[in-house]
Nanobody, 122 residues
């Protein structure tokens, strides 16, 4: 079994920073892409940032230049550094990882964390 556990959410004032972490644990053979999504009340879940196994990254236009995604492959962990936060960044943030649990799996499966709330408000 695989678990993804997020941490680092909370309440922060506009313009401040937060760093989210997500650690994958359990039966892991390899991890391909990892990423962060968010879902605000009444809105669809959207991709915030993604990072490939080789380190290539992509970002939503709304967070480019403010957010940075990083990963530590030895710790099976992905991070989201969020700077210059805005009220519109308020959402539940979910991490996801594309994981193979053994060498016989030909295709990885997507796993999700439980989500962590980020609230940006003065």
């Amino acid at each position: 079994q695989v678990q993804l556990v997020e941490s680092g959410g909370g309440l922060v004032q506009p313009g401040r920073s937060l760093r989210l972490s997500c650690a994958a644990s359990g039966s892991i053979f390899s991890i391909n892409a990892m990423g962060w999504y968010r879902q605000a009340p009444g809105k669809q879940r959207e991709l915030v940032a993604g990072i490939g196994s080789g380190g290539s990254t992509n970002y939503a236009d709304s967070v480019k230049g403010r957010f940075t995604i990083l990963r530590n492959n030895t710790k099976n962990t992905v991070y989201l550094q969020m700077n210059s936060l805005k009220p519109e960044d308020t959402a539940v943030y979910y991490c996801t990882a594309s994981i193979r649990t053994n060498r016989y799996e030909t295709l990885p499966r997507d796993y999700w964390g439980q989500g962590t709330q980020v609230t940006v408000s003065s």
